[in-house]
Nanobody
Framework: QVQLVESGGGSVQAGGSLRLSCVAS????????MGWFRQAPGKEREAVAR????????DYPDSVKGRFTISWDNAKNTLYLQMNSLKPEDTARYYC????????????????WGQGTQVTVSS
């Protein structure tokens, strides 16, 4: 059974840093792609980082580019999101997601999701 478990959320002041982790288990091989998403109350879910596991290629929206870094540790089956220079508008519940299929990844479709971890940034 595939399982994604996030951790590392918490409360931090603006300008601070957090590193989120997402442990992937139950996979017979590494996913083709993984991503981090966030959702604040009353807002739509937003993608904040994506990584292609094989190539290591990444991309970010302008809202977090230069502040967030996604990475994958194959030995630990763990996805990370390093978040620096945090802003109050980064406050949200953060989710990791994964998919095995190249076709889904190209269409930004993820079939496996974690339960999320809360990040709160105070001004």
């Amino acid at each position: 059974q595939v399982q994604l478990v996030e951790s590392g959320g918490g409360s931090v002041q603006a300008g601070g840093s957090l590193r989120l982790s997402c442990v992937a288990s139950g996979y017979t091989a590494s996913p083709y792609c993984m991503g981090w998403f966030r959702q604040a109350p009353g807002k739509e879910r937003e993608a904040v980082a994506r990584i292609y596991i094989g190539s290591g290629g990444t991309d970010y929206p302008d809202s977090v580019k230069g502040r967030f870094t996604i990475s994958w540790d194959n030995a630990k089956n763990t996805l990370y999101l390093q978040m620096n220079s945090l802003k109050p508008e980064d406050t949200a519940r953060y989710y990791c997601a994964a998919d095995y299929l190249r076709s889904n990844c190209l269409r930004r479709i993820y079939n496996d999701w974690g339960q999320g971890t809360q990040v709160t940034v105070s001004s």
